[in-house]
C-alpha cells in the first residue's frame, strides 16, 4: 500500500464518532494545560496514563496526541495577553506578543498565532506524512559536533534581542548560562551550584525563571511607578479584533519560513522546540521591512515563532513513528503508553501497527482543524480579559502564575525562586537591561555545554571535531555569515 | 495539583483512597485494605510504572483496593527520599518505589539520608543491560569490543545514561573485568536511552549500553547489534551470550523495589511483605511482568535487606573506580 491509501485508511479510523470524540476531549484539554504555566503536555500524559487500562490503543494515542497539539496551540494564549509562557516553546510568542497586546493589538497577536499553528501543523503532519524516512535520516547524522555548531548559530540570535547596549545583553545572557549551570551535571553525575538543596539537583525549572522574569517582574514595575491612574489604565482595543489585510501580507511568509525551520529541527534527536523559535525570531528581525517595530510587538515576530514551535512538534513525532525513538519528554511517555499495550514502538513500529500510527497521523490532521475551529471564536473572548483595569489584571497574574508554579512539583522552592527571579525582573527592567537573553542562556547554555562536551569525549579532545565534519563546518559559517553578513554586505554597498 | 490528580483518577477510574492513609495503627493485624505508593520520581518512567502495575495487579486479583499515589521527582530519587522518610515515618501502610538508580544517586550526591533507614519489602523486577553496536560497526562480537578497547581505551566511546547511573556502573565494571582502568572509558552519557540509541543510529559513538527493554526493538529490527547481556546466564527467547560467556566476568541486574517507612513494627513489616508474595504469586502480576518485558526476580524482607546491604557496597567501589564517589 502506498503512503496516499494508508493514510486514507487512517482517515477512516480517525473519523469514527468514538475516535472523534476522543479528539476533541484530547485538543481541550490540550489547549487547557498550555494556557496553564507549568503543567505540560508531558505531565498530562503521564497522568493519564492508567487510562491505557480502560481504553483501546488508537483512541488512547489520538487523545494523547490531540493534548500534545493542543498544549503548543493554548501555550501562546497567555504568553500574548499576560506575558506568562505557558510553555517554554511559547517564550519568544511573549516578546512581541504581548507588546502587540499592549498596543491593543491582542486580537491580531492571537489570530497569526491560531492561523500560524494550524498552518505549520498542517505542514509539519505533511511532512511527517511523507517525509518522515529522508527527514529522520537526515536529523540522525546529527552528533554532538554537529549540534554544538547548531548551538553557536543559534546563540547568533541573541544579537536579536540585546536592546539598546550590548553590555548589558550580553550580561543578561551571561546570568541565563549560569542559572542553566545549575544541578546535577549529566556528563559526571556530581552537583553544581545546589548548595546542598535537594530540589535543585535537577536544575532550575525554565517556565519558572521566564514567569519569573517576565510576569512577575512587570507585575512589580508596574506597582512601583509613581503615577496611578485613578481604577487603573485599560488597554484600549485598538482597530478590529481581527487580523488586517497588513498583518495577513506580513504573516504569511513568517509562518512558512517558521514551519521549515521548526520541523527539521524538531526532529532532530537533541533538536527541541525552543531552538527553532530562538532562530525563527532572529530570521524574521532581519528578514523584516520595518525592523525597529520588534520590540514594540512586531507580528512577523509572532507568526514566525508560532510556526516554528508547531511544526517543531510535528517533527518530534518524526523519530518516534519512523523509529520509535523518544526524543522529548513527551514523545518518551506516549512510548512508554505503547507498552502498556504490549506493543513495542521500534523501527518496525509502523509495519506492525500500521493501523494505529495512520489513525494516530489522520487525527492530527483532524486535531489541527479542530484547534484552529475551537480557538479562533475564543480570540474575542480573550480579548476582553485585557479590559480589567492594569492593577487588577497583574494582581490576577499573580495568583495565575503563582499556582501555577507550585502545581509543578508542590515545592516551596519553586515558589521563592519564582518571586527572586520577579525581583531580578524587576531591577532588570528598573535598570534597562533586556530579559529575554537570560532565558535564551539557560535554555542554550547548558544544551551548548553537553554536546561540546560529548563532542570533545568522542574526539579525544581534540577540537579540530568541528570543522572537520562537514554539516559542523557549515553551521559554523552560517553562524559567521549571520554575524557578520549584514555588516560587510553593508559596507560593500557603501562602497 | 494534588486535587487535581486525584479529580484526574477519580474520573477515570482509577481510584483514590478516602482513608488519605490515616488509618489508625492497631489496624495492623488484619490485612490491608489500603496502600499509599510513594514514587521518587516523575510520572510515566520506570519507578512510576512499576508503582502502576503493582496498583493494577493488586486490584485486579482483589487483594488491596484502595490506593493513593504521591510523586516526588528529581536526582534518581535523591529528593524524595528525605521527604518519604519525613513524612511517613512510621505510617504501615506507606510503600516507596526505588531501586538500584538510588543506591548511585545517593552516593553521588553525598545525601544524608540512606535507603537503609528504610523497611526493606521486597525486590520484585530486574532488568539487565545490554551492550550494542551500530550496525555498520566492524566489531561483530564482545572479544572484538574488548580487544579495541583494551588496545586504545579512549578511541572507544561509549553511549548510556547519566553518569553514574546503571549503564555507566556497567562500563566501570567491564573496564575493570578487563583489566583497564576504569576513569579511562570515555563515556558519553545522555539524558535517557531514547538520545542515546539516536546517538548509536547515527554512528556517532562506537557502543552503547541500556537496559535490554530500551534497545530491544532496535535489535530486532537490525540497526544495532547485540554483543552481549549483563544476566547472570542466557534469557529464553533471546540469543546474545552473556558477558560472562564470553570472558568478561561481570553480572548486572537493574532491580526495581519497594520499601515500607522507617520505624513500622515488625507486624506491620509482615503485612506489606505478605501482599507483596500474594501479588507476585498472582496472575495479573505475572501478566504485568510479560507485557513490560521485566523479570521477576522476588526477594522478600529480610533476605532483600541483605541484598541491599551488598549491593550498596559493591556499588560503592565501581562509583570510586569510576572517580564519581570518595
Redesign the interface.
Known amino acids: 500500500m502506498d503512503t496516499l491509501s494508508q493514510l486514507i485508511a487512517g482517515f477512516a479510523v480517525a473519523l469514527t464518532p468514538y475516535n472523534l470524540m476522543w479528539c476533541f476531549v484530547g485538543v481541550t484539554v490540550g489547549t487547557a494545560i498550555g494556557v496553564l504555566p507549568g503543567?505540560g503536555p508531558?505531565?498530562t500524559?503521564?497522568?493519564?496514563?492508567?487510562?491505557t487500562?480502560?481504553v483501546d490503543a488508537t483512541a488512547a494515542f489520538i487523545l494523547f496526541a490531540g493534548i500534545y497539539y493542543g498544549a503548543m496551540y493554548g501555550g501562546s494564549t497567555t504568553s500574548i495577553l499576560l506575558n506568562t509562557p505557558g510553555e517554554s516553546a511559547t517564550i519568544v510568542t511573549a516578546m512581541e506578543g504581548n507588546k502587540m497586546a499592549r498596543r491593543g493589538r491582542a486580537g491580531a497577536a492571537l489570530a497569526t498565532a491560531a492561523i500560524g499553528s494550524f498552518v505549520a501543523g498542517t505542514i509539519g503532519t505533511i511532512g511527517l506524512t511523507f517525509l518522515a524516512e529522508p527527514v529522520v535520516n537526515f536529523?540522525?547524522?546529527?552528533?554532538?559536533a554537529e549540534y554544538f555548531s547548531l548551538m553557536i548559530v543559534a546563540f547568533v540570535t541573541v544579537s536579536a534581542v540585546l536592546g539598546t547596549s550590548a553590555v548589558r545583553g550580553i550580561t543578561a545572557l551571561a546570568i541565563g548560562i549560569f542559572l542553566g549551570l545549575i544541578g546535577?551535571?549529566?556528563?559526571?553525575?556530581?552537583?553544581r551550584f545546589t548548595f546542598g538543596v535537594?530540589?535543585l539537583?535537577?536544575g532550575l525549572n525554565v517556565i519558572v525563571v521566564a514567569v519569573g522574569l517576565f510576569a512577575v517582574g512587570e507585575a512589580l514595575h508596574l506597582a512601583a511607578q509613581k503615577k496611578r491612574p485613578d481604577g487603573g489604565e485599560v488597554i484600549e482595543v485598538k482597530d478590529s479584533v481581527w487580523m488586517s489585510r497588513e498583518d495577513w501580507s506580513r504573516s504569511w511568509k513568517p509562518w512558512l519560513r517558521g514551519s521549515l525551520i521548526g520541523f527539521p529541527i524538531g526532529a532532530m534527536?537533541?533538536g527541541g522546540a525552543e531552538v527553532p523559535t530562538f532562530l525563527s525570531y532572529f530570521v524574521e528581525k532581519r528578514l523584516a521591512k520595518k525592523p525597529e517595530e520588534f520590540g514594540h510587538g512586531a507580528i512577523e515576530g509572532v507568526a514566525g515563532p508560532e510556526a516554528a514551535n508547531n511544526a517543531s512538534a510535528a517533527g518530534v513525532l518524526v523519530?518516534m513513528l519512523a523509529?520509535?525513538?523518544?526524543?522529548s519528554a513527551t514523545?518518551?511517555?506516549m512510548?512508554?503508553a505503547f507498552?502498556?499495550y504490549?506493543i513495542?514502538?521500534?523501527?518496525?513500529?509502523l509495519q506492525q501497527q500500521s493501523a494505529l500510527v495512520w489513525g494516530l497521523i489522520a487525527s492530527l490532521y483532524i486535531g489541527n482543524i479542530m484547534l484552529l475551529v475551537l480557538n479562533l471564536p475564543l480570540i474575542a473572548l480573550w480579548v476582553k480579559m485585557l479590559r480589567i483595569p492594569e492593577p487588577l489584571l497583574y494582581g490576577g497574574i499573580l495568583v495565575f502564575a503563582t499556582i501555577g508554579t507550585?502545581?509543578?512539583?508542590?515545592s516551596w522552592i519553586d515558589l521563592l525562586l519564582l518571586y527572586l527571579m520577579g525581583g531580578m525582573g524587576f531591577l532588570m527592567r528598573r535598570f534597562d537591561f533586556p530579559t529575554a537573553p537570560v532565558i535564551i542562556g539557560m535554555i542554550l547554555g547548558p544544551l551548548a555545554e553537553q554536546e561540546f562536551r560529548?563532542a570533545m569525549?568522542?574526539s579525544?579532545g581534540n577540537l579540530m571535531i568541528f570543522v572537520q565534519k562537514p554539516l559542523s563546518l557549515a553551521l559554523l559559517l552560517i553562524a559567521v555569515l549571520a554575524l557578520v553578513g549584514p555588516k560587510v554586505w553593508g559596507m560593500v554597498r557603501r562602497g | 495539583?494534588?486535587t487535581?490528580?486525584h479529580v484526574?483518577?477519580c474520573g477515570?477510574?482509577?481510584g483514590v483512597a478516602a482513608t488519605l492513609g490515616l488509618r489508625p495503627q492497631h489496624a495492623e493485624a488484619q490485612a490491608l485494605s489500603s496502600l499509599q505508593i510513594f514514587v521518587p520520581a516523575?510520572?510515566?518512567?520506570g519507578w512510576?510504572?512499576t508503582g502502576?502495575s503493582i496498583?493494577?495487579a493488586l486490584r485486579t486479583d482483589a487483594i488491596v483496593k484502595d490506593f493513593k499515589f504521591e510523586h516526588a521527582?528529581?536526582?534518581g530519587g535523591?529528593?524524595g527520599l528525605?521527604k518519604f522518610i519525613g513524612t511517613k515515618k512510621g505510617q504501615g501502610d506507606a510503600l516507596m518505589v526505588g531501586g538500584m538508580v538510588m543506591v548511585?544517586a545517593l552516593i553521588?550526591?553525598k545525601?544524608p539520608v540512606k535507603m537503609t533507614d528504610l523497611t526493606p519489602v521486597a525486590r520484585l523486577t530486574g532488568e539487565f543491560l545490554v551492550v550494542v553496536v551500530p550496525e555498520a560497526s566492524p566489531h561483530k562480537t564482545m572479544q572484538d569490543l574488548a580487544a579495541a578497547f583494551k588496545a586504545a581505551p579512549?578511541?572507544v566511546?561509549w553511549a548510556g545514561g547519566?553518569?553514574?547511573?546503571s549503564d555507566?556502573i556497567l562500563a566501570g565494571m567491564m573496564a575493570r573485568a578487563m583489566g583497564a582502568d576504569p576513569k579511562a572509558v570515555?563515556?558519553?552519557?545522555?539524558?535517557?536511552g531514547?538520545?542515546a540509541?539516536?546517538?548509536l543510529?547515527?554512528n556517532?559513538?562506537t557502543a552503547g549500553i541500556s537496559g535490554w527493554?530500551e534497545f530491544?526493538?532496535?535489535i530486532?529490527?537490525g540497526?544495532l547489534r547485540a554483543l552481549a547481556i549483563s544476566a547472570d546466564k542466557r534469557q529464553d527467547g533471546i540469543d546474545v551470550p552473556t558477558l560472562k560467556e564470553q570472558g568478561v566476568d561481570v553480572e548486572l541486574f537493574n532491580w526495581r523495589s519497594v520499601f515500607g517507612a522507617p520505624g513500622i513494627k515488625p507486624e506491620q513489616q509482615k503485612a506489606l511483605v505478605d501482599v507483596m508474595e500474594r501479588m507476585v504469586k498472582g496472575p495479573a502480576w505475572q501478566a504485568e511482568l510479560k507485557?513490560?518485558?521485566w523479570t521477576g526476580i522476588y526477594l522478600p524482607g529480610a533476605e532483600f535487606g541483605k541484598f541491599l546491604g551488598e549491593e550498596i557496597t559493591r556499588i560503592t567501589g565501581i562509583l570510586k573506580d569510576l572517580g564519581?564517589a570518595t
Do not use: C
Open positions: 503543567l508531558a505531565l500524559i503521564a497522568l493519564l496514563l492508567p487510562l487500562y480502560k536529523a540522525l547524522r546529527f552528533g554532538p546535577i551535571d549529566l556528563q559526571t553525575g556530581q552537583p535537594t530540589e539537583l535537577d534527536p537533541a523519530p523509529l520509535g525513538l523518544p526524543t514523545a518518551a511517555i512510548l512508554s507498552q502498556s504490549g513495542n514502538p521500534g523501527p518496525l513500529l507550585y502545581g509543578i512539583s508542590q560529548r569525549t568522542i579525544e | 495539583m494534588q487535581r490528580r484526574l483518577q477515570f477510574g482509577a516523575a510520572p510515566g518512567g512510576d510504572q502502576r496498583e493494577h521527582p528529581g536526582a535523591a529528593v528525605p548511585g553521588a550526591n545525601s579512549g578511541k566511546s547519566s553518569a553514574g547511573g555507566h570515555s563515556y558519553v552519557a545522555y539524558s535517557g531514547g538520545p540509541q539516536a546517538a543510529l547515527g556517532q559513538v527493554g530491544s526493538e532496535q530486532k529490527a540497526k507485557k513490560k518485558d564519581l
